[in-house]
């Protein structure tokens, strides 16, 4: 649905409405974080200082040493410990979440939907479990607040052209998709939530919602038991394997694999997502600019007379020059992704990554592991588990 679609649709008393006047008025933002426990996440702090509409009132975070250095660095003068008292005494607008360790996610959302925070910015992964996120956006729903995620890379205007590429059959028939973490010292399980999860939001922008999987995930070239089960960093939860393999069913009935393998990646050539067809393939390497590249030609077949090339792909089209000015820095800070919030406030409507796509992507995730659990099965959404599958072994 389009934003004109998006307008046409809404009530004709919201022109006179008080979100109209609104318009005219500066958001209020109030950004929390934790120093030594995920910080301020990448940037979800000095985005909203990129944008006029808004303006950061104030900053919550426990370390004391922490939230000193944040106040000047976003020259903001109230500073507090303690983030339930920051929203209770200063009732933003806008809650922006930093912290990456994300067992404070659940309490930090529902805190701000409490204070009646119009809309909410938070760093992924979401949250821990479906029963996290199944609890967030009841409150959420009931409250009217819109949460968006920070998988950054779905806010990319290049999307939709891409899409009408593989539309138009450029690629001709869509055959599979492939995504890979960055297989460092994190590949596996956690490579997987911290991630994959970016991937998995992509690869339903073009392929729709998940439908089933089949996993498997290893340690050390074994399959994991709950022997090796063990708190698993950034606040992740229950968490094991070094080595994931996962198959997804998508609604368009392409499939998705995902696989990471501790150490596997280079630096060079690591963390993004193809769009493989039998005439040529879509390339995404994730936070880079241009974020996508396009080969021509039957990857099935080697024995070709010239040499192929890989053509950038931007909002101008194929191997054409970028005409939107700093793009890639605009969706690298959130600038597109705090615009986007704000257009959906006022235009009340959900925001472009919302809660419930946040919750897909957390589903994703525990199928890979409900799957293990079920010997490799092939597990349907949506999954009756709702707690971590790791938890059950």
Same mark, same amino acid.
């Given at each position: 649905? !389009?934003?004109?679609?998006?307008? /046409?649709?809404?009530?004709?008393?919201?022109?006179?409405?008080?979100?109209?006047?609104?318009?005219?008025?500066?958001?209020?933002?109030?950004?929390?974080? =934790?120093?030594?426990?995920?910080?301020?996440? =990448?940037?979800?702090?000095?985005?909203?200082?990129?944008?006029?509409?808004?303006?950061?009132?104030?900053?919550?975070?426990?370390?004391?040493? %922490?939230?000193? /250095?944040?106040?000047?660095?976003?020259?903001?003068?109230?500073?507090?410990?303690?983030?339930?008292?920051?929203?209770?005494?200063?009732?933003?607008?806008?809650?922006?979440?930093?912290? *990456?360790?994300?067992?404070?996610? &659940?309490?930090?959302?529902?805190?701000?939907? #409490? /204070?009646?925070?119009? %809309?909410?910015?938070?760093?992924?992964?979401?949250?821990?479990?479906?029963?996290?996120? +199944?609890?967030?956006?009841?409150?959420?729903?009931?409250?009217?607040?819109?949460?968006?995620?920070?998988?950054? !890379?779905?806010? =990319?205007?290049?999307?939709?052209?891409?899409?009408?590429?593989?539309?138009?059959?450029?690629?001709?028939?869509?055959?599979?998709? &492939? $995504?890979?973490?960055?297989?460092?010292? *994190?590949?596996?399980?956690?490579?997987?939530?911290?991630? $994959?999860?970016?991937?998995? !939001?992509?690869?339903?922008?073009?392929?729709?919602?998940?439908?089933?999987?089949?996993? @498997?995930?290893?340690?050390?070239?074994?399959?994991?038991?709950?022997?090796?089960?063990?708190?698993?960093?950034?606040?992740? $939860?229950?968490?094991?394997?070094?080595?994931?393999? /996962?198959?997804?069913?998508?609604?368009?009935?392409?499939?998705?694999?995902?696989?990471? @393998?501790?150490?596997?990646?280079?630096?060079?050539? %690591?963390?993004?997502?193809?769009?493989?067809?039998?005439?040529?393939?879509?390339?995404? *390497?994730? +936070?880079?600019?241009?974020?996508?590249?396009?080969?021509? $030609?039957?990857?099935?077949?080697?024995?070709?007379?010239?040499?192929?090339?890989? #053509?950038?792909?931007?909002?101008?089209?194929?191997?054409?020059?970028?005409?939107?000015? !700093?793009?890639?820095?605009?969706?690298?800070?959130?600038?597109?992704?705090?615009? +986007?919030?704000?257009?959906?406030?006022?235009?009340?409507?959900?925001?472009?990554? +919302?809660?419930?796509?946040?919750?897909?992507?957390?589903?994703?995730?525990?199928?890979?592991?409900?799957? =293990?659990?079920?010997?490799? #099965?092939?597990?349907?959404?949506?999954?009756?588990?709702? @707690?971590?599958?790791?938890?059950?072994?």
């Amino acid at each position: 649905m !389009n934003r004109r679609h998006l307008l /046409a649709s809404l009530p004709a008393v919201f022109a006179a409405s008080s979100f109209a006047a609104a318009a005219d008025s500066k958001l209020r933002v109030a950004v929390i974080g =934790h120093t030594g426990r995920g910080n301020f996440g =990448h940037g979800l702090d000095t985005l909203w200082l990129k944008i006029p509409a808004v303006e950061i009132v104030a900053v919550a975070d426990a370390d004391d040493k %922490g939230l000193k /250095a944040e106040l000047k660095k976003l020259a903001v003068e109230k500073g507090f410990a303690d983030y339930r008292a920051m929203l209770s005494e200063v009732k933003p607008d806008i809650v922006a979440i930093g912290p *990456r360790h994300i067992d404070q996610h &659940r309490d930090m959302l529902l805190a701000a939907i #409490q /204070a009646g925070a119009r %809309g909410i910015y938070i760093e992924k992964p979401f949250c821990r479990s479906l029963a996290e996120a +199944d609890e967030i956006i009841a409150a959420a729903e009931k409250a009217g607040t819109k949460i968006a995620i920070a998988h950054r !890379n779905r806010y =990319h205007p290049v999307l939709p052209v891409i899409a009408k590429l593989i539309q138009d059959g450029v690629i001709g028939r869509v055959l599979e998709m &492939r $995504g890979r973490g960055k297989e460092d010292t *994190r590949g596996g399980s956690l490579d997987l939530w911290v991630l $994959g999860t970016h991937l998995f !939001n992509l690869a339903t922008y073009f392929g729709g919602a998940p439908q089933a999987c089949s996993a @498997v995930v290893m340690q050390d070239g074994k399959p994991i038991t709950k022997t090796d089960v063990k708190e698993g960093d950034e606040g992740i $939860g229950a968490l094991a394997g070094n080595e994931v393999h /996962a198959r997804f069913e998508l609604a368009n009935g392409v499939p998705m694999f995902f696989d990471s @393998v501790q150490s596997a990646g280079t630096k060079e050539a %690591g963390f993004g997502l193809q769009i493989i067809g039998t005439k040529g393939v879509i390339d995404f *390497r994730i +936070d880079k600019e241009p974020v996508a590249h396009i080969c021509l $030609g039957s990857p099935f077949n080697p024995a070709v007379k010239e040499p192929r090339q890989w #053509q950038p792909i931007t909002t101008g089209g194929v191997n054409k020059p970028e005409p939107i000015a !700093n793009l890639g820095a605009q969706v690298a800070s959130h600038e597109t992704a705090g615009l +986007d919030l704000i257009a959906a406030i006022r235009e009340n409507r959900a925001p472009l990554i +919302d809660a419930k796509q946040g919750r897909e992507t957390i589903e994703m995730v525990s199928a890979i592991f409900e799957s =293990h659990r079920m010997n490799g #099965q092939r597990v349907t959404f949506p999954l009756k588990t709702r @707690v971590n599958p790791l938890t059950l072994l």
